[in-house]
């Protein structure tokens, strides 16, 4: 059976007048639907705004519009209001200096289930990273539902939006930071040196790390797969790997 929805989600804004105030009040707005073909009066001017703050807006059918903000007019536009704002790579590095910690990072390379980034973001907290850095571009974003699966951890976890993953990391690397991807193929996630600075980059659900990330990364980092399935949940292995940094970091012996 079809899910409905009876009343607009918590993290839509629908309507010309609102969505141009939410854009001028300088809210944290994480995309901008726009009915496809509306493009006339008022909604030119909100669709150049939002591209000039760097805003996503997409085409959408004018279904999507009507499921995500039923009964409401919204005029061939909504927009979908991020749940925290987003930090930069700068205040995570700080916030790594301020706690006399090297710095440990989480990447996510087109991470596209916001239930996969929510539940990174929760063990982010737990095991101590000092932040995580998403794409602008396709890429789950920090919405409700994001915010609901981090269980509260987003509240604490620094998030950053960068243009450039790959320009990203190669910065990161002059800063010092070694760079492990996660993937199929590379050394044993226990045999790996992982505590001094470090970013750990965990691919999308489908298509793993992209090929110029990958190539920015100074070591690959895998898991052993003895089962028939030949992959880990991207939260799950995210979740392993993070615990494995924590505990080197830590300096605790495997008993």
């Known amino acids: 059976m079809t899910e409905k929805r009876t009343e607009p989600a918590q993290d839509v804004i629908a ?8 854009l001028c009040s300088a809210r944290p707005i ?3 639907l726009v009915a496809r073909g509306a493009r006339n009066g008022s909604l030119g001017d909100i669709v150049s705004k939002a591209k000039a703050q760097g805003v996503a807006v997409k085409e959408v059918d004018p ?11 919204h005029q061939g536009i909504v927009a979908l209001a991020a749940a925290h704002e987003y930090a930069s790579v700068e205040d995570m590095l700080a916030l790594a ?3 006399g910690e090297p710095p440990f990072l989480i990447v996510a390379d087109e991470l596209n289930d916001p239930h996969n980034l929510g539940a990174i973001l929760r063990t982010a907290e737990c095991t101590g990273a000092h932040g995580v850095i998403i794409p602008k571009r396709r890429s789950a974003g920090l919405t409700y539902t994001v915010g609901k ?3 509260g951890a987003l509240e604490y976890v620094p998030v950053a939006r960068v243009s450039n993953l790959a320009a990203a990391l190669e910065d990161l690397k002059k800063r010092g930071l070694w760079i492990y991807g996660a993937d199929m193929e590379g ?5 790996a040196e992982l505590t001094g600075p470090a970013a750990l980059v965990i691919g999308s659900e489908g298509a793993g790390i992209g090929r110029l990330v990958k190539e920015k990364c100074d070591v690959i980092l895998s898991l052993p797969m003895r089962g ?8 799950v292995a995210a979740g392993v ?7 080197q970091r830590q300096g605790i012996k495997a008993k």
């Open 187 to 191: 050394t044993p996630w226990c045999e």
């Open 30 to 32: 994480e995309s901008i």
């Open 15 to 22: 309507g010309r007048n609102a969505v141009k105030e939410a």
């Open 97 to 99: 200096d301020e706690r």
């Open 149 to 151: 699966a981090s269980a």
């Open 228 to 235: 028939k399935i030949n992959s880990l949940n991207a939260s």
């Open 241 to 247: 790997l993070m615990y494995e940094f924590m505990r």
């Open 63 to 73: 279904k999507r519009l009507e499921f995500l903000c039923p009964g409401a007019n």
